[in-house]
Nanobody, 117 residues
Framework: QVQFVESGGGLVQPGGSLRLSCAASRSIFGGYDMGWYRQAPGKERELVAALSSGGGTGYADSVKGRFTISRDNAKFTVYLQMNSLKPEDTAVYYC???????????WGQGTQVTVSS
């Protein structure tokens, strides 16, 4: 079964940027859609960025224009570039396989993103 390891989180000031990485244990990009999810304290996990196997992308309204999802097939890695970060972006971020927005793979440990001055 594929496993995911997220990294790249940290503490950043409002307006700053971070680049998250999600390394898969094996190639899973052939025919699979991927997604970045986040879960803030006291809230449900939500999908914020999606990447189809064909390269199409989609974003939650709250991050549109600020976040960019991409992948490197050779490295089995999916990225999330986050710019113009806001305090409300504070959450644990996870990647996963997704099917019409629903996560269908195993969850990794996530990576904490904290946006605060």
């Amino acid at each position: 079964q594929v496993q995911f390891v997220e990294s790249g989180g940290g503490l950043v000031q409002p307006g700053g940027s971070l680049r998250l990485s999600c390394a898969a244990s094996r190639s899973i990009f052939g025919g699979y859609d991927m997604g970045w999810y986040r879960q803030a304290p006291g809230k449900e996990r939500e999908l914020v960025a999606a990447l189809s196997s064909g390269g199409g992308t989609g974003y939650a309204d709250s991050v549109k224009g600020r976040f960019t999802i991409s992948r490197d097939n050779a490295k089995f890695t999916v990225y999330l570039q986050m710019n113009s970060l806001k305090p409300e972006d504070t959450a644990v971020y996870y990647c996963n396989l997704q099917n019409y927005g629903r996560a269908v793979g195993p969850w990794g440990q996530g990576t904490q993103v904290t946006v605060s001055s």
